[in-house]
Nanobody, 124 residues
Framework: QVQLVESGGGLVQAGGSLRLSCAAS????????MGWFRQVPGKEREFVAT????????YYADSVKGRFTISRDNTKNTVYLQMNSLKPEDTAVYYC?????????????????WGQGTQVTVSS
């Protein structure tokens, strides 16, 4: 089992920045690929970013490319999502997820463990 706890969400004005953190506990964190997803009420959970177990590979949704950066620190069992130039359409609950496969993954079904989510609200 892997337990994931997100933090860092909040209210920010358009153009501002936030950094989300996801702390993992349980099984060996370093062997898992990690991902960030987001969801708004009435819509499906959507992929935001993913990073491989080593941190060498990353991949982003087109909607956040160039604005968001995913990173990880395996010594701290933590993955981060730096979000810059935020837009009102980035408003959502953001979820952290872990994939036993180890390589980057973009589908909800690829992931084995999920956090409880953290709210990000961007005002215009």
């Amino acid at each position: 089992q892997v337990q994931l706890v997100e933090s860092g969400g909040g209210l920010v004005q358009a153009g501002g920045s936030l950094r989300l953190s996801c702390a993992a506990s349980g099984r060996t964190f370093s062997g898992y690929a990690m991902g960030w997803f987001r969801q708004v009420p009435g819509k499906e959970r959507e992929f935001v970013a993913t990073i491989s177990w080593s941190g060498y590979s990353t991949y982003y949704a087109d909607s956040v490319k160039g604005r968001f950066t995913i990173s990880r620190d395996n010594t701290k069992n933590t993955v981060y999502l730096q979000m810059n130039s935020l837009k009102p359409e980035d408003t959502a609950v953001y979820y952290c997820a872990a994939d036993r496969g180890g390589d980057i993954a973009t589908f909800v079904e690829d992931y084995n463990y999920w956090g409880q989510g953290t709210q990000v609200t961007v005002s215009s």
